[in-house]
Structure formats: C-alpha cells, structure tokens
Nanobody
C-alpha cells in the first residue's frame, strides 16, 4: 500500500490549503484514515481522522472548527481542508491508514496506523 500526500506549501497566516492523500489500493476505501503532523523538534501529533464510511470524524482541539477531513472513496483519496492557518500549524503533514479494516473507531495514536504517506510540508508565515 502506498499513500501519496500532496498539497502542502508556503502560505501566510489566515490563508487556506487543501491536502490530498491518494491511496494506491482500492481496498483503502474500507479503512479509516487520518492526518498527523510533526513540527520541528516536536513529536508527531494527531490532527484528524475519518471512518471508512465517512459517517464519523474526529479532530484535535487545536484544529477543530478550522480543519475539515473528508474522503472520496471512488478516488481512494482523503483530503484535509485547512482554513485560517496559523504559524503553529507549520509542520510536515502525514496521512495514515488504520491497521484494522472497517475499524470505525477513529484512532488517535501512531500505533493505530500501519501505513503512512511520505509527508507534505506546510509552512505558515506570520
């Protein structure tokens, strides 16, 4: 399984960006997916997750009401729409696929996921 993340870039505070994560296998549409991020000198942290059915989502408090996770299972792609970006959102963003098929429990830790994308850099200038 390969996850290809894209869409990062350099933006000013207050701007928006949309990240995409394309999965190489069609079966990825039956797995919960998530976005994590890692800022320089910090541990990787959970950002958002979505169940395979799209019925449920979960967000870190720091991004709630600003970020929206979604997916298009027909395209095997997960998105992270980021609005009102802040300098503290600067990080490498990773998409990840849950270990369990049809999991439906929106894991928040690294250990819940066993496939990871290569990361895409988001830099927000203040």
């Amino acid at each position: 399984v390969q996850l290809q993340a894209s869409g990062g870039g350099l933006v000013q505070a207050g701007a928006s960006l949309r990240l995409s994560c394309a999965a190489s296998e069609r079966t990825s549409s039956t797995y919960d997916m998530a976005w994590f991020r890692q800022a320089p000198g910090k541990e990787r942290e959970f950002v958002a997750a979505i169940t395979w059915s799209t019925r449920s989502t979960l967000y870190a408090d720091s991004v709630k009401a600003r970020f929206t996770i979604s997916r298009d299972n027909a395209k095997n792609t997960v998105y992270l729409q980021m609005a009102n970006l802040k300098s503290e959102d600067t990080a490498v963003y990773y998409c990840a696929r849950l270990r369990m098929r049809y999991g439906g429990y929106l894991g928040r830790t690294d250990q819940d996921y066993n496939y990871w994308g290569q990361g895409t850099q988001v830099t927000v200038s203040s």
